[in-house]
């Protein structure tokens, strides 16, 4: 290993069944082959019905051929990380680095203050050195209800840092723990259970404070006049148009700064940058490298981690188990960044709306990881701060991670530190400087944390997908499928953006060949609906002229369709409940796959073609982390919801309503056939397009329930109804006169 007696940090292991799982790869791509083959020598002939039907379907069967072999990046080489923080404890504990956290919240409305409070205590409860532990909120929002949660939460944080510590708690986030507790109150012994019963009252008293101030609108004369901090909105315009407001709420030099068991508090920082009308504020990425600025002149950690504002540590040793990865002495000087899985606490049993995410975090960031690295994902991440400023990696480069006092940081005032740092996070600070370009979180694309994370790559610099056994983080999924969708249409557009620009990883030569497949997938989402469409359409259009797309069941062709189709769902479902899902949740993963292609990525890929001409510039939409009661309890019930009209509705809608009409006619000749004793040649040339057919009704039930059936608010409006059939019809006469 280099060194005699060395014993690494982490150590990495590969996925068993990897030998068999490529020579079934390996048999599944033989079968495309045949079907690759079948409809290129089967083509009909100039005026043969079925022509174009037929040549459009090779199209598509050629592309989702080769974005099958794109796929395989993310299942060829599956790896795992095992950390050793004993360790890490016995070689660094006194040198461990200074750890920045980064929390960002936009909307106090879409994202609730007591929310945001419980991620910003769980991170300032890590099991870490609080002196070296520097916590920083960014409110994009420049609300003063988040401020004022955050002076609360600092109190509150007396109390739960030591209460944590002293029994070992996880999760904590209060709101998790509380509940958590309640299920498991069985045997807690008097002391704990008199501790509980104060902690408890205590954030009941904080949660109270915040929501009367959030539901009254306005923070009282009282408050205000004990807290300096609120004189900074006199000035405010609005949230597109204030100072920066900066305060050190808990400064973690101060002697004073201490929890009730006089043990020093972690520093705990308010942001609101500076934004004004002509200014690009740049959404997320910007108020990210406002903070790396401002937290350098403050704390300046080594290690930063960001979360999002809904994504609370689950996991109080996670930030331990990235520094094994970040220090190993061997590999850790190779390690940009650390990624840890994006899990949710709100999924229903059987992950009604985001049912891929689970094999997004079990299979394919895995399979990643043994190609030099995963993505970049947003949440969750912990970098090493010099190489989200911009450095690239050297062989031979070793950078010293270990704790360091700036004297003068240590000798200069709170409020001279406020004030310099200000500066930092002004509009102008960015103009003719390569922030957002070559330095910090990247510019210019919908999916700023993948482009970031690609542009470190493209450095030379490694990243590690660590996904313990507790999770280190939980946040909140999607509780509407139009939620879902745009979420999709955002993260589908960026990844489209990136492959079509410069900055494309297949230009990159210190990119492995199995990452550039990765982002390769990833970027070509968007193309998907074309394909899709076509076969979603098509054949189900043909089925109600009888004209056959597929080969006749009695053909020997029939055989490399069978196994292509078989063998690729069976493992795709044996995939999904090993990686600890459900039989239900596979099938709901099945009709996301269809939504999600069908309408989404239409959507990003015109609006990216759009962005890229000059005819619209790339948004941020931030998903909503709050659902009205009846739209909660309709989730729990894994009852699907719409309810909104949405163009991503009308297109799902007409698709499923036309395919309907088709089956339906089609079931009215097979009767009168069948009638006349040809039911079975019937059955034998259009086998594979009745399959289709009904497999998109099936899928599609739900949404025939909230067109036709469905009473509550979860429905689908009737102007969507009405819009859909319209679609529907007119396709069907432009069909029949094509024909």
């Not at 229903?348 to 994902?377: C, Q, W």
């Not at 490399?560 to 099938?587: D, N, Q």
């Not at 309907?660 to 040339?685: R, W």
């Amino acid at each position: 290993m280099g060194n005699e007696g060395y014993l690494p940090l982490f150590e990495t292991k590969r996925a068993k069944g990897r030998v068999l799982y490529r020579l079934f790869a390996a048999s599944l791509f033989a079968g495309i082959c045949l079907v690759w083959v079948f409809r290129a020598s089967h083509i009909p002939k100039p005026g043969e019905d079925g022509r174009f039907g037929w040549m459009g379907l090779l199209g598509a069967e050629l592309w989702f051929g080769f974005y099958w072999i794109l796929t395989q990046s993310c299942r060829w080489n599956l790896t795992y990380r095992q950390t050793f923080k004993d360790r890490l404890s016995q070689r660094f504990e006194n040198e461990l680095p200074g750890v920045d956290i980064f929390v960002t919240t936009a909307d106090p409305i879409i994202e609730p203050p007591m929310m945001v409070m419980n991620t910003v205590l769980s991170v300032m409860a890590y099991d870490y050195p609080t002196k070296k532990l520097s916590v920083y909120l960014s409110d994009d929002g420049g609300s003063e209800f988040t401020y004022y949660a955050l002076l609360e939460a600092a109190e509150f944080a007396k109390q739960w840092i030591p209460y944590c510590k002293k029994y070992s708690v996880e999760p904590r986030s209060p709101a998790a723990y509380f509940v958590s507790i309640a299920t498991d109150a069985v045997g807690v012994d008097d002391n704990k259970a008199n501790d509980l019963a104060v902690i408890k009252k205590s954030y009941k008293d904080m949660e109270t404070k915040i929501e009367n101030a959030v539901k009254l609108g306005h923070i009282s004369d009282e408050v205000r006049s004990k807290q300096k901090g609120f004189s900074q909105w006199d000035s405010h315009l609005s949230k597109r148009d204030h100072d920066t407001y900066l305060q050190v709420v808990i400064d973690g030099r101060d002697p004073k700064a201490i929890d009730v068991e006089g043990f020093v508090l972690p520093t705990l920082v308010y942001l609101a940058r500076e934004k004004r009308p002509q200014y690009h504020h740049n959404f997320k990425a910007g108020s990210m490298n406002a903070l790396i600025r401002v937290s350098s002149n403050i704390s300046n950690g080594k290690v930063i981690l960001n979360v999002d504002c809904d994504m609370y540590s689950n996991n109080s040793m996670a930030i331990r188990d990235a520094l094994c990865c970040l220090m190993d002495e061997e590999k850790g000087h190779e390690v940009a960044f650390v990624q840890f899985p994006q899990n949710f606490e709100n999924l229903t049993k059987n992950e009604l709306y985001v049912p891929f995410m689970r094999t997004i975090s079990e299979v394919e960031l895995h399979a990643l990881d043994g190609f030099d690295g995963p993505f970049y994902v947003g949440s969750g991440c912990f970098h090493r701060r010099d190489t989200l400023c911009g450095r690239k990696f050297t062989k031979g480069y070793k950078s010293d991670m270990k704790w360091e006092i700036s004297r003068k940081r240590e000798e200069t005032t709170i409020q001279e530190l406020e004030e310099d740092s200000k500066g930092l996070a002004n509009c102008a600070y960015e103009q003719n400087t390569e922030w957002g370009k070559e330095v910090g979180v990247k510019y210019g694309c919908a999916i700023e944390d993948v482009f970031t994370g690609l542009s470190i790559q493209c450095r030379g610099w490694r990243s590690v997908y660590l996904n313990p056994t507790r999770k280190a983080f939980l946040g909140v999924a999607p509780t509407t499928l139009l939620q879902m969708l745009v979420q999709q249409k955002r993260w589908s557009e960026g990844s489209f953006q990136i492959l079509l620009s410069r900055h494309n990883p297949a230009f990159s030569d210190q990119i492995s060949l199995g990452q550039k497949l990765g982002y390769a997938y990833v970027g070509a989402w968007s193309i998907n609906f074309i394909p899709i469409l076509f076969y979603t359409v098509i054949p189900s259009l043909h089925l109600l002229k009888g004209i056959s797309l597929f080969p006749r069941v009695s053909s020997p062709w029939i055989i490399p369709f069978a196994y292509v189709i078989i063998g690729k769902y069976t493992v795709s479902f044996l995939e999904f409940l090993w990686a600890g899902g459900s039989a239900l949740g596979w099938w709901n993963d099945q009709r996301m796959w269809l939504y999600k292609r069908s309408s989404s990525y239409i959507f990003s890929f015109i609006d990216t073609i759009l962005y890229l001409l000059g005819y619209s510039d790339s948004a941020f939409v931030i998903t909503a982390k709050t659902s009205d009661e009846d739209e909660s309890e309709r989730y729990e019930k894994e009852i699907m919801e719409f309810g909104a009209s949405s163009p991503l509705f009308t297109v799902l809608a007409s698709l499923a309503v036309l395919n309907l009409y088709c089956f339906a006619g089609f079931v009215k000749e097979a009767i009168s056939l069948g009638s006349k004793g040809g039911i079975a040649e019937v059955y034998d040339t259009m086998a594979l397009q009745i399959l289709l057919c009904g497999i998109l009704i099936l899928i599609n039930l739900p949404l025939y329930q909230a067109l036709y059936l469905r009473k509550d608010k979860g429905k689908l409006p009737s102007s969507i109804a009405l819009q859909s059939m319209a679609f529907a019809v007119f396709g069907l006469i432009c069909y029949n006169f094509s024909y």
